[in-house]
């Protein structure tokens, strides 16, 4: 048994690029930032940064295109797949992406690439109480109507 599954949440790090192929179908590339984190045997905290290229087909290229700016914090779903050409030079080029089938977008409604820390939304006023946390509804790429 096989198995390629890739599943990261990151931030984008650059405005999607829409095409269109020769044949009209829609495809989407974008890269996104993730970050890993920790603390090494001295004591001293660390972090290392990966950059993600990932593409996306047809109504989910559309959808990242309409709605995903440079800065949103998503979650991309998919698999690895590797590409090669030949450059100007004859070399041989490779470049390993992401192949999305689902994406979540993880920032908030109306503040697409802004992140706010609700422990900050209300240290104005003291004594309020926090609003209670509304969940939202995941959004199923097939209910789009587009």
């Known amino acids: ?9 990151g931030n984008v790090t650059r405005d999607p690029e829409v095409r269109t192929t020769p044949n009209g179908q829609n495809v989407t590339s ?12 001295s004591g001293e905290k660390k972090e290392q940064v990966e950059y993600h290229n990932v593409v996306a087909w047809r109504k989910l290229a559309d959808i990242i295109g309409q709605y ?3 800065g949103s914090k998503i979650y ?16 041989k080029r490779y470049r390993t992406e992401i192949i999305a089938e ?22 104005s006023s003291e004594g309020a109480q926090p609003a209670p ?14």
Do not use: C, H, Y
Not at 30 to 39: C, D, E, M, Q
Not at 107 to 119: C, L, V
Not at 133 to 146: A, C, H, T, Y
């Open 102 to 123: 689902n994406m979540i977008m993880l920032d908030r409604p109306g503040a697409p690439g802004a992140t706010t820390n609700r422990a900050d939304d209300n240290s």
């Open 76 to 91: 991309i779903e998919g698999r690895l797949q590797t590409r090669s050409w030949d450059d100007q030079s004859g070399a």
């Open 30 to 41: 974008l890269g996104i930032a993730t970050n890993r984190r920790w603390t090494d045997k």
């Open 133 to 146: 946390e509304q969940k939202e509804p995941e959004i199923n790429v097939e209910d789009i109507p587009f």
């Open 1 to 9: 048994m096989n198995l390629n599954k890739v599943m990261i949440i």
């Open 68 to 70: 995903v700016k440079k």
